[in-house]
C-alpha cells in the first residue's frame, strides 16, 4: 500500500503560477511511474502529466509547455509545476503512483483543488 498525500492547491489567477507536491510512502518510490490528473466537475478524469524519469515523461497536450512534472527520489515527492494558468485548468488534482511492473498496484491520493479565476 502506498499513501499519497497532496499539497500546494489553491486560487490563483489567469497567467500565474502554482506547484503541487505530492509525498509519497513508499521504501521502492522509483519502482512507480507517479503521475498528476484532473477532474473538473461534470467532466471525468484526466491525465495531466506522468514521469517515470526526468527522461521518460508524458504531457498532456493542454498542458504542453505550461506545466513541468518532476521527481525527487531522494524525498519520494513528485511535483507539478503549473505556468501560465488557464480557467479551464480549475479542476481537483489527484497524484497518482502506478507500480512498473505490476499494473493492478496503482494508488490515489485524496485530491487537491485548483482553482483559476480572477
Known amino acids: 500500500q502506498v499513501q499519497l498525500v497532496e499539497s500546494g492547491g489553491g486560487l490563483v489567477q489567469p497567467g500565474g503560477s502554482l506547484t503541487l507536491s505530492c509525498a509519497a510512502s513508499?521504501?521502492?518510490?522509483?519502482?512507480?511511474?507517479m503521475g498528476w490528473y484532473r477532474q473538473a466537475p461534470g467532466k471525468q478524469r484526466e491525465l495531466v502529466a506522468t514521469i517515470i524519469s526526468d527522461r521518460n515523461t508524458n504531457y498532456a497536450d493542454s498542458v504542453k509547455g505550461r506545466f513541468t512534472i518532476s521527481r525527487d527520489n531522494a524525498k519520494n515527492i513528485v511535483y507539478l509545476q503549473m505556468n501560465s494558468m488557464r480557467p479551464e485548468d480549475t479542476a481537483v488534482y489527484y497524484c497518482?503512483?502506478?507500480?512498473?511492473?505490476?499494473?493492478?498496484?496503482?494508488?490515489w491520493g485524496q485530491g487537491t483543488q485548483v482553482t483559476v479565476s480572477s
Open positions: 513508499t521504501s521502492i518510490f522509483t519502482a512507480y511511474r
Open positions: 497518482n503512483a502506478a507500480h512498473i511492473i505490476v499494473a493492478s498496484k496503482s494508488f
